[in-house]
């Protein structure tokens, strides 16, 4: 099986004709669409998911990332995911999804994931970014303290990381020779790059989930004779980090208003081919 991975496509920036172009140039040679996360924002992302399903006609597995969120409730927004992909047969949400048979070899399982301010200086950094303007329940803890919010920056990150080890676990007992895992935020302090470089303290509490990290390295080495793919976005800056013999992170590119492919990875092997025309931004 090959899929096309996708991340950070923001496609709410799009007018209708430059998506359906984008989904033409996307579902050549490929059998389904992985997407990382940061598909749209919560008032558009049922539409375009519906959108890319009617246009690409192939199963397309995914994340919500935190732009999926923005101007909405979280509860909400996933409630909306779960009976979209209810009723739709192309459409794969991943949060509510047990793991996934890509081929006899290869299990998917994913979680959406959060940003946990493990990582870096969270107590000093002046930065502070739109997720506790744009998503309603981190505004409501924004407006009570800096340190509130970090309380529920972990709450979230920690739910999404203790389900996605509960999902990998699960997936370990149909005893699968590779796992391809999809979550939004880089899970290590060497994933979160930019501009080719590891974030600054200042920004890497808003660029990477510690705990994500911790439960992938616990499971990796519980389970070594599984060879494990994890694909991530949210920084748009490219990475590949290989921190285990059997763990590999891949983290996407991407620049709003120009969506690509990442390229497309074929299960047999988890082989990463980049793909020449899709790879390449749209003008």
């Known amino acids: ?103 006899a070899d290869t299990i998917l399982v994913g979680e959406d994931g959060w940003v946990d301010g493990r990582y870096g200086d969270y107590a000093n950094t002046p930065v502070s970014l739109n997720d ?44 699968p020779k590779k796992m391809v895992v999809v979550t939004h935020v880089p899970p290590f302090r060497e994933t979160a790059m930019h501009e080719g470089k590891i974030s600054t303290d200042d920004f890497l509490p808003f660029f990477s989930s510690k705990v994500t990290g911790d439960m992938l390295m616990k499971f990796a080495n519980e389970h070594t004779s599984i060879e494990i793919l994890v694909l991530c976005g949210h920084s748009h800056d490219w990475c590949s980090y290989h921190p285990l013999d059997n763990l590999t992170v891949f983290v996407g590119k991407a620049e709003y208003t120009r969506p690509c492919s990442q390229g497309v990875i074929e299960t047999k092997s988890l082989d990463f081919c980049i793909d020449s025309e899709t790879s390449n931004s749209m003008n």
């Open 132 to 175: 506790s303007r744009l998503i309603a329940d981190l505004f409501q803890e924004r407006i009570l303290g800096r340190f509130q919010l970090l309380e529920k920056m972990q709450q979230l990150a920690d739910k999404d990381a203790n389900n996605l080890y509960t999902k990998l676990e699960t997936a370990a007992k149909e005893n």
């Open 1 to 103: 099986m090959k899929f096309a991975w996708l991340t950070d496509i923001h496609l709410n920036f799009l007018y209708e004709d430059k998506r359906k172009q984008y989904y033409d140039e996307i579902n050549r040679n490929c059998d389904a669409i992985v997407i990382s996360g940061d598909i749209a924002e919560a008032k558009s992302v049922t539409n375009i998911l519906q959108e890319m399903a009617h246009h690409i006609k192939k199963p397309i597995y995914f994340v919500l990332g935190n732009h999926d969120f923005y101007h909405g409730q979280i509860n909400d927004v996933r409630d909306s995911m779960r009976l979209l992909t209810k009723n739709n047969p192309h459409l794969f949400w991943l949060g509510c999804c047990d793991p996934i048979k890509l081929d």
